[in-house]
C-alpha cells in the first residue's frame, strides 16, 4: 500500500508569496518526483530526486526549486508565486530497481 | 519525437457494456508501459505494468495488453465506480527513470 502525504490540499494565495508544498513519504524509496498537471492535460515532469541530496531538473522548465535532505520528504518551493504556477502538483516515489510511481493526493495551488 | 497519444479523448458507456481504450506511442527503446487511474481532484493510483510485447495483466474488470506499437486497456462489464480518467505512461530507455504520460482517456460509466 502506497504511503506518500502532500500538505496541504488546497492552497490560494496572493501573487509574490512565497510558498513550500510539502510531500513525504513513509515507504523508504529512494526516488521521488515533482509532476505539474493542469485540468484535461497531461503530467508534466518539473523535478525529481535519486536520493538524499540528489535532485534534477524535469522536461518542464519551472521557477520552482526542490531540496531532499531526508529520504522521505521532498518539498518543492516558490520564492514568488505568480498567477501562472496555478495549476496542481503531484508528487510521486517509487523503489530501487523498480519503475511504478506512487502518487500523492495532489495539491491544488491557486495564485490570485 | 517521443509521443505518447491515448484514443478516444472521452467514451461513455452504459453499465455492462465492455470496450477498450488505446494507447499508442511512437517511442524508441520502450522498458515499460504503465497504466493508471485518476480521479477528479486526486493523484493517480497505479494499475498495470507491462513490459513486452504480448503480456497481458488482469485485475478485476480491466486487462492491458501490450503489442510493439500500443497497448489496450479492455474492460469488461463496467460497473459505474469505473468511471475515471485512464491514463498510460511510458518509461524510455536505459538511464532515464522519466515516465512519458498521455492525456488520458475519461470514462463514464451510465447506470
Known amino acids: 500500500e502506497a504511503d506518500i502525504y502532500q500538505t496541504p490540499r488546497y492552497l490560494v494565495i496572493g501573487t509574490g508569496k512565497k510558498i513550500t508544498l510539502e510531500c513525504s513519504q513513509t515507504?523508504?524509496?529512494?526516488?521521488m518526483y515533482w509532476y505539474q498537471q493542469d485540468p484535461g492535460m497531461e503530467l508534466h515532469l518539473i523535478h525529481y530526486s535519486y536520493g538524499v541530496n540528489s535532485t534534477e531538473k524535469g522536461d518542464l522548465s519551472s521557477e520552482s526549486t526542490v531540496s531532499r535532505i531526508r529520504t522521505e520528504h521532498f518539498p518543492l518551493t516558490l520564492e514568488s508565486a505568480r498567477p501562472s504556477h496555478t495549476s496542481q502538483y503531484l508528487c510521486?516515489?517509487?523503489?530501487?530497481?523498480?519503475?511504478?510511481?506512487?502518487f500523492g493526493p495532489g495539491t491544488r495551488l491557486t495564485v490570485l | 519525437e517521443d509521443q505518447v497519444t491515448q484514443s478516444p479523448e472521452a467514451l461513455r458507456l452504459q453499465e455492462g457494456e465492455s470496450s477498450s481504450l488505446n494507447c499508442s506511442y511512437t517511442v524508441s527503446g520502450l522498458r515499460g508501459l504503465f497504466w493508471y487511474r485518476q480521479d477528479p481532484g486526486k493523484g493517480p493510483e497505479f494499475l498495470f505494468t507491462l513490459y513486452s510485447a504480448g503480456e497481458e495483466k488482469e485485475k478485476e474488470r480491466l486487462k492491458a495488453t501490450l503489442t510493439k506499437k500500443e497497448s489496450f486497456l479492455h474492460i469488461t462489464a463496467p460497473k459505474p465506480e469505473d468511471s475515471a480518467t485512464y491514463l498510460c505512461?511510458?518509461?524510455?530507455?536505459?538511464?532515464?527513470?522519466?515516465?512519458?504520460f498521455g492525456t488520458g482517456t475519461r470514462l463514464t460509466i451510465i447506470p
Open positions: 505512461a511510458v518509461l524510455l530507455g536505459f538511464g532515464n527513470e522519466k515516465l512519458t
Open positions: 515507504m523508504g524509496h529512494d526516488k
Open positions: 510521486a516515489s517509487s523503489k530501487p530497481h523498480y519503475n511504478e510511481q506512487f
